[in-house]
């Protein structure tokens, strides 16, 4: 189990020198592109490996080993995000701007992007695990909802992880619900969903069952002959 954690965690955060690498051979080729421009190539790539990343999580049948691995991504996240924050408001950056021409400032910026974006992945497909680690910790609250209206204003997460953005904030209770907001992974929605299924195949059958009754009765209507009647 420990080592699945190592290799897990490892995969999500290596993952974040390899595709720096792509981007400065990307930015040596397209000199006239923005530094946020191909951050977000960055980022994008970086999405669909923390997607996966989660997906493998989710798929731990075992409840305790996935709570112990939701556990320890959880600790890294804001090991990284409340670090994070705090350079970034050391130097200065405002939302909306170019991004910095430093490595070091632009790498605290994406530390904040990228665990944001994690930590939302887990929140909605590991929902009942994630809020019993994540609501008791006022720290950690403080620093994801600053990390989201920071991303949020930034314009960094659009398409998918706009969606993602504004879900979370939904989860999270940050803005409000829309009318028809439902997280399908949580567990109370999971079994909600199963008695309606439940209930429905019970009033399918009830009403074949109806219907057999009907013929039967129908068949039996009508004077029938006996053998001396003729």
């Given at each position: ?21 792509e981007v400065k051979q990307k930015a040596a080729k397209n000199s006239k592109i923005s530094r946020k421009d191909l951050y977000k190539y960055g980022f994008k790539l970086k999405r669909s490996e923390q997607i996966e990343a989660v997906k493998r999580i989710v798929k731990i049948e075992d409840y305790s080993k996935r709570y112990s691995m939701v556990k320890i991504v ?157």
């Open positions: 189990m420990l080592k699945f954690c190592v290799i897990l965690i490892l995969s999500i955060y290596v993952l974040q020198v390899a595709t720096a690498e959880l600790e890294q996240i804001f090991k990284v995000l409340l670090n994070a924050k705090i350079k970034v408001i050391e130097f200065g950056y405002i939302p909306g701007e170019e991004f910095p021409e430093s490595q070091a400032e632009l790498d605290e910026l994406g530390h904040v992007f990228e665990n944001v974006a994690l930590f939302g992945d887990l929140l909605l497909r590991c929902p009942d695990i994630t809020h019993k680690l994540y609501d008791p910790i006022q720290q950690w609250q403080v620093a994801m909802n600053w990390g989201i209206v920071f991303s949020n204003e930034t314009a960094i997460f659009d398409g998918a992880n706009a969606t993602l953005l504004d879900l979370v904030a939904q989860e999270l209770d940050i803005i409000p619900r829309d009318e028809n907001y439902v997280n399908p992974y949580k567990e109370a929605t999971i079994k909600a969903e199963q008695k309606r299924l439940r209930e429905k195949e019970e009033s399918k059958k009830r009403k074949e069952n109806e219907k057999k009754h009907k013929k039967k009765t129908k068949k039996r209507k009508g004077p029938r002959l006996g053998g001396g009647e003729l």
